[in-house]
């Protein structure tokens, strides 16, 4: 596996660091993105900081995993256990293990695999209600083990797309696919950075665009809300992760 993210926070001065967090352990063949929620700046609490504590948990936790055997829903516990700011946040970990690629997702963060160009996988969402997700953090109202757990074969040349709602809500699968199938026609070893750097800036492209049909405005719509249109704006995380063949096998 190689791996590129970018992430792109929306802007405010308040908090210049946004709310999203993420980390990639190649070495462990492991990646995971994390949003923290924003309903916390009412009570004066930066929910970044819970996002980031429990990203950088999850990769110590990552480390504390037998080698080539990281299991993604104890990397999530540790991480919990281990992450005392204040705030929530939504998480998604995902590992991958031979030709298995393992992963845990708790909210509205989450990821695609594209095969040939194509999205053949996108993981569910988990949320309450429309924009309230599934969140892990200090109000303990959710727990790991409501996270859902998923486990599905890859094979070379498959292209893992991981991001945020910022992500989520502004790009279709289809616009995700115009982006990697070009560049996997002219290069099966594409740059994952470069394919992560194009679909983030699309994506925040998207988040401004007041008429964009986004997969937000869709849920939006059917959640009851009749005539909204347009993108999100919010903090856009995206990583990007290729996987290889080596020896025949899928490997870093």
């Not at 946004?18 to 609490?45: N, Q």
């Not at 509205?108 to 969140?135: E, L, T």
């Not at 998207?206 to 986004?214: I, Q, R």
Request: proline residues 4%.
């Amino acid at each position: 596996m190689v791996a590129g993210s970018l992430y792109l926070p929306k802007e405010d001065k308040l908090k210049p660091r946004g709310e999203d967090a993420h980390f990639m352990c190649i070495e462990e063949k492991t990646i995971g993105v994390a949003d923290g929620v924003g309903g916390w700046a009412k009570t004066g609490v930066d929910a970044g900081e819970y996002s980031r504590d429990l990203m950088t948990n999850s990769t110590i936790a990552v480390l504390n995993q037998p080698k080539g055997a990281v299991d993604p829903k104890q990397v999530l516990n540790e991480a919990y256990s281990n992450t005392k700011a204040r705030g929530s946040s939504t998480a998604c970990i995902i590992t991958l293990n031979g030709h298995t690629l393992r992963a845990v997702n708790m909210g509205d963060s989450g990821f695609m695999v594209v095969r040939g160009g194509r999205v053949i996988y996108q993981s569910p969402i988990q949320q309450w209600s429309f924009n309230c997700p599934y969140q892990l953090g200090s109000s303990k109202k959710d727990h790991p083990d409501l996270a859902m757990e998923l486990e599905l074969e890859v094979e070379a040349g498959d292209v893992v797309v991981a991001g945020t709602d910022g992500l989520l809500d502004n790009m279709h699968p289809s616009e995700i696919e115009e982006i990697i199938r070009p560049c996997l026609e002219q290069d099966a070893d594409s740059d994952p950075q470069q394919l992560a750097e194009g679909i983030a800036n699309l994506a925040l492209y998207n988040s401004f665009d007041k008429y964009a049909d986004t997969p937000y405005a869709r849920a939006a719509r059917k959640a009851g809300h009749r005539h909204r249109r347009g993108g999100k704006v919010d903090d856009i995380t995206v990583i990007v992760a290729l996987i290889k063949c080596y020896h025949s096998k899928i490997a870093s």
